[in-house]
């Protein structure tokens, strides 16, 4: 199989379906992947994954519909491979689609097999033969539709605009069902919002509001309460995400502070109050030691003065200071690199720069 394509942009991965689409090949490819588990982890790394996450990493795989075909792997192949010899013009035989529902959105297994249903009749495959597959291993619902382009008729079904198509279907299927919504990709806004910049102030805000938090915390309880008091939901795992209060969520590395980025900026926190505490100490103790001696000529003090200056960096006062100096350098250095403002250009969509070189090409030999 190719490499499967997006439907783009960064607002979508965050808080929208994603619908992928691609063509191939090998239909035996396509199926085993879809309905194996993942080949890299062993039976041991499923269970403990499992446990960790709740998920099923174990027989991942649920066959939601059978269409026109049946079996196990290798049947269902053979099957779509007989279909697909009726069209002797087509290189690449399967379509194969992803849909994965938004964090926080859920369907039930008949509103899944709804979902896949209309994906066929979107790409024009609802008389072909397709199986919809439930995968149950991530978080969000998702499932894969592997057709067959080829109909019994041994009429071939398109592929071109595939992104639109797939974009289009994703904004349907939010109303349908009432699911997360979010603007469409700028391919297909009209001319004169193309221009306007999208700028992501939900992003900003919740970026913002972690570095102040940061700034005043110095124990994850205390930054979950006070984030949990700007309105944020936390939830906590293998990393950290935030829930705004329009039930929107991100990924705290979205925005530049993951889990380990946070943890890392308290513990420095910690040890430089610590460290303050302990010099505080120092600093009381030596101010009490000095009011038990006796008054001194203005010789003796000069004397200890001097003393002291040659003393000076041999003292406990002197050598957490250093620390405390140090241990604040390292947490502006980590902030600032936390916050440095990220690329804000309108690139355009890797996705968008291959389909125009395609018709490029094609328009070339068609001279």
């Known amino acids: 199989m190719q490499r499967i394509k997006g439907t783009g942009g960064p607002y979508q991965k965050l808080f929208a379906m994603i619908g992928y689409v691609d063509t191939g090949k090998s239909f035996l490819g396509c199926i085993s992947y879809d309905l194996e588990d993942k080949l890299e982890l062993t039976d041991e790394q ?3 994954l499992s446990r960790q996450d709740g998920l099923q990493h174990k027989d991942r ?4 519909a059978y269409h ?10 053979e099957q779509f491979r007989d279909v697909s010899r009726l069209s002797k013009r087509v290189e690449n035989p399967v379509f194969h689609f992803a849909l994965r529902l938004a964090p926080d959105d859920t369907c039930t297994k008949d509103k899944l097999i709804e979902i896949g249903e209309a994906c066929a009749r979107e790409f024009e495959v609802q008389d072909n033969q397709y199986l919809i597959i439930l995968h149950k291993d991530t978080p969000e619902p998702h499932i894969h539709i592997v057709a067959n382009r080829v109909g019994y008729d041994g009429k071939v079904a398109k592929d071109s605009n595939s992104y639109r198509r797939m974009a289009a279907l994703c904004r349907r299927l939010e109303k349908q069902y009432n699911l997360t919504k979010v603007l469409s990709p700028r391919k297909f806004l009209p001319k004169e919002q193309r221009s306007i910049p999208r700028h992501d102030q939900r992003r900003e805000k919740l970026r913002n509001d972690i ?3 940061l700034e005043q915390v110095t124990r994850y309880q205390d930054f979950e309460q006070r984030m949990q008091a700007l309105g944020y939901q936390v939830i906590k795992g293998r990393g950290i995400a935030f829930v705004d209060n329009k039930k929107v969520r991100i990924k705290g590395s979205e925005v530049g502070f993951s889990l380990s980025k946070i943890e ?3 513990h ?4 430089l109050a610590a460290k303050q505490a302990k010099k505080t100490v120092f600093e009381t103790a030596i101010q009490q030691q000095a009011t038990k001696y006796p008054a001194i000529t203005p010789m003796q003090k000069l004397r200890l003065q001097t003393w002291q200056a040659s003393q000076r960096e041999k003292s406990p006062v002197f ?5 405390i100096i140090n241990l604040t350098q390292q947490l502006n250095h980590l902030l600032y690199d936390l916050m440095k403002p990220e690329y804000g250009g309108q690139s355009i969509n890797p996705e968008l720069l291959k389909e125009a070189k395609r018709k490029k090409k ?3 030999r068609s001279l």
Request: with cysteine; hydrophobic share 30%.
């Open 46 to 48: 499923k269970e403990k």
């Open 61 to 64: 795989a649920e066959v939601l």
């Open 68 to 77: 026109k075909c049946f079996g196990n792997k290798y049947e269902l192949a």
């Open 211 to 213: 570095q102040r938090t």
């Open 264 to 266: 890392q900026i308290l």
């Open 268 to 271: 420095i926190g910690t040890e």
């Open 319 to 323: 050598l957490i200071q250093q620390e």
């Open 362 to 364: 094609k328009k070339g």
